[in-house]
C-alpha cells in the first residue's frame, strides 16, 4: 500500500530506475522537486527532454555529441 497520491508514487518509481537511486534517494529528490516551484520543474524537464533529443554519440570516438562529431573530434588543434 502506498501512502503518496498517484503522481508521487510514478515520480518515485521512475526516479528508483535511474542507477544508484534507491527509494529512499528517490524520495529526496522527488520531494525536493515538489518543494521547487513550478519554473524549476519545467527547467528540470526541458533540460532531460532536450539531451534525449540532441545528444547522440560521435561518429569517430562516440563520445556523446551535439553534432555529428564531438568538441574533441572537432577541435582542429587536436592530433587525429
Not at 528517490?26 to 532536450?50: C, N, P, T, Y
Not at 573530434?73 to 587536436?78: A, F, G, H, I
Amino acid at each position: 500500500m502506498s501512502y503518496y497520491a498517484e503522481p508521487i508514487v510514478r515520480l518515485l518509481e521512475e526516479l528508483e530506475r535511474l542507477p544508484g537511486i534507491g527509494p529512499k534517494s528517490a524520495q529526496r529528490l522527488a520531494f525536493h522537486v515538489l518543494k521547487g516551484d513550478d519554473q524549476s520543474a519545467e527547467r528540470l524537464a526541458g533540460a532531460i527532454i532536450e539531451v534525449k533529443r540532441r545528444i547522440h554519440f560521435c561518429r569517430r570516438c562516440f563520445n556523446f555529441a551535439a553534432e555529428e562529431h564531438c568538441e574533441y573530434c572537432n577541435d582542429s588543434k587536436r592530433d587525429a
